[in-house]
Every structure is written in C-alpha cells, then in structure tokens.
C-alpha cells in the first residue's frame, strides 16, 4: 500500500536541527573531532535548587496523577511572581498564566486556536522554524517578514500589512534566535499601537529574556507595554533559564480571551506538565534567579573566546549583548549551507546555516556557546 502524507505535511521542510544532527553523526563515524555549534542545547546541569526540589516531590504519590490541563495553582502563581519581579508587570495567575510543556510546544499549538484556513500570519526571519510550522498545521498562510542588519534585525510590520493585508497574528522574538539581538521598547510601543488599530494578535516568544550579557539593560517583556495585554500573549521557557531542555516545562501569560483559546487546544492535545516538575520550579525560582548571574558569566566568557576565532574563519560576528547565539556574516562570499559544509567537512566545526532559519539568513551562520567548556578551550587552542 503507498501511504500518502497529509498536503501540511508536505509543506514543512526537514526540521534544521534533526539534519544537523545527522551531518554531525557521519563526521564522527569517519573518525574526525566535531565541535558542536549547533544545537541550542545547554550543556550546564539543571540548576542544584530544582534539582533538590523535584527529589522531594517525585516520591509524592499525589504528583503521579493526571496534572492540571492548565498548570497547578502553585505553579502559575510562582510564574506570575517572577513575571511581577522582574517585568513589574501584574498578571492574575487564575486566568492570564498557562504552564506550558517548554514553550515549543505553546508555539506550535498556538496558531490551532486563532488561524483559520487562509488567515496571514506574519513570521520574522530569519526566526524559530516552529512559529512557520505550527501556521501550516493550522492551515494558515505565512508572511515572512525579513530581518535585515540595515533594519536592525527589527521586522518592518507596517510595511508588511501595506503589502500583504491584516494579519491574524504577528510573532516576535527577542532577544532573538538567531541573531542574539534584542529590541528597543520603542519597537514594542509602536508594535502594540498597531495591533490595537488593525485587530491582529501579537505572539512574543520570551525565551532568552534572562540570557544577557552581566551588566548590560536587561531584555524587556512585550507586557510592559501599556496596552500589551490587550493584544498579546508571552511565551517563557525554563530549557534556557535553568539548563531545563529535556524537562519540558515554560508557561505563557496574556490577554484572558487569548490564554483561554490556548488551553481549549491543550486540553483536548495534551495532559500538561508533570506536577513534580511544577512544584520543583515553583519551590525553586528564587534561587535560580540567583543562580542565573553565574550562568551569564559562563555563557559570555566563552562568547570572547569563540568571538577571538571567528575573524580567522573568515566570517564577522554581529554584535550581540543577549542569548547565546553569535550571529555571524560570511566574508568569503560563500552561500550559507556552503560555508556551514565547509567548516564541517574541513575544521570538524558544526554550525548551523543561515538559511535554515528563513531566507533572509542567507549569508549566515549561527554559532551556538552550549558546547561544553573543555571543548571551547580546545577549540581556542586549536584554531586560535
């Protein structure tokens, strides 16, 4: 029997990092050294104070049951605690907070809720390749929206309502994957007004708010914009701010109205984050906040020494003071999916290439700092 793949399945391209993954793999299989630049992957343990948390709450028995489809009550408050000290931003935990099973999944679910077959949703890129497929799933219509180093790597979204039309949703992301760049509050006040005037939903993806070089302005949220909570969801994720990727665990806050139509998703989808999970993060998000100085150090120090190296390899890297990414321009004049074969093939040096996050990054490569420490240092010893 053929089997015939659904027509949205047919639209989304091979998942960049999967493919990544298998190009590593046929460069160790030949005997070569392979330093991963790939993957945004840390390769720091989970925080010590969650660690000790979840000990006590996995022997619970109460914790082994079907959680909350919208996350404990525990748990959406501690989020909207640490959205209060950190953003000065209120929610109310009952109803504007959604725990989430980290927050790709919030972002790929997201669009069943709004996006109607034909609706526009306006992606940056290049950008996460997850905000394009969960709008396919959807059966919506993409709209890139091209980030570009003369803009500032700042979509231009009057522009692209002029070209293209009202759109259901508009996503953004900063500080932002790939090009480590953060926004101004200008860029969200006149974000915020527009969606008020056109009617369009604004999705912020959240993820790298506490990834910032030490000492620099700290990453804003979209909700400390008067009017954002009208118009806008968040998306947080605990993979990047406690070392948490294969926990799965983040939550989103926002307007009521735009939770609520998430979680009817979820609730028929998925059966939420395992309770032990919540309360771990919930006993313990103080202390990692604490924690999160010394990973910023960590991260940014092995900025400098990757960043010393990278003229050497004929590329330029864009100045960044957030997430742990190095965006870097191709001076050799090679196409993306070139330079990122050449390095690999050549130098056993894994990178990903501009192009898989969008069009616009032809010319790029993305240089991710959660490869181990030993590895940077041996790297630096060997190209420097």
């Known amino acids: 029997m053929k089997i015939n793949y659904s027509k949205r399945i047919k639209k989304i391209p091979p998942y960049l990092f999967a493919e990544l993954d298998i190009a590593k793999k046929k460069v160790l299989a030949s005997g070569k050294r392979v330093f991963d630049f790939g993957v945004g992957d840390p390769d720091l343990p ?29 748990y959406r408050q501690a989020a909207a605690d640490y959205i209060k000290t950190r953003f000065q931003v209120e929610v109310d935990p009952a109803n504007e907070v959604i725990s989430l099973i980290g927050s790709k999944e919030g972002i ?10 034909g609706d526009k949703v306006f992606i940056p890129e290049p950008g996460y390749p997850v905000y394009r497929d969960g709008t396919i799933f959807a059966g919506g219509e993409v709209i890139l929206m091209p980030l570009t180093m003369e803009n500032s790597f700042l979509p231009d979204v009057a522009a692209a309502i002029k070209k293209h039309g009202v759109p259901k949703i508009v996503w953004v992301n900063y500080p932002n994957n790939p090009t480590g760049v953060s926004c101004t ?26 990834i910032y070089r030490p000492g620099s302005i700290k990453p804003l949220s979209i ?28 939550f989103a806050i926002g307007n ?12 028929s989808i998925d059966s939420g984050v395992f309770d032990a999970i919540q309360f771990a993060v919930a006993d313990s998000i103080g202390l990692g906040i604490e924690q999160l100085e010394e990973l910023r150090g960590i991260y940014f120090s092995r900025r400098a020494q990757v960043e010393s190296i ?23 004049g ?17 990178v990903s ?7 616009s990054g032809e010319g790029y490569v993305r240089f991710s700092l959660t490869c181990p420490q030993k590895d940077i240092d041996d790297f630096s010893a060997l190209f420097g």
């Open 46 to 74: 989970t925080f010590e104070s969650v660690l000790a948390s979840v000990k006590k709450h996995i022997k619970d028995p109460a914790t082994h049951r079907y959680p909350s489809y919208i996350g404990s009550e525990t």
């Open 108 to 117: 790929a679910h997201f669009p069943l809720a709004f996006v109607d077959p």
């Open 185 to 210: 509050r200008e860029f969200y006040i006149d974000l915020v007004a527009l969606a008020h005037e056109y009617g369009f939903i604004i999705a912020s993806d959240a993820a790298y708010t506490e």
């Open 223 to 250: 909700m400390s914009i008067p009017g954002a909570k009208d118009v806008a969801i968040e998306f947080y994720s605990f993979s990047k701010m406690f070392n948490m990727t294969g926990w799965r665990v983040g």
């Open 256 to 267: 009521s109205e735009i939770i609520s139509g998430l979680a009817k998703i979820k609730k």
């Open 310 to 332: 990278i003229p050497s390899l004929e590329l330029e890297a864009i100045a960044s003071d957030s997430t742990f990414y190095i965006w870097c321009r191709i001076l050799d």
């Open 334 to 350: 090679k196409s993306s999916e070139q330079k990122a074969s050449e390095l690999l093939q050549g130098k056993g040096i894994l």
């Open 353 to 359: 290439p501009g192009t898989g996050f969008g069009p």
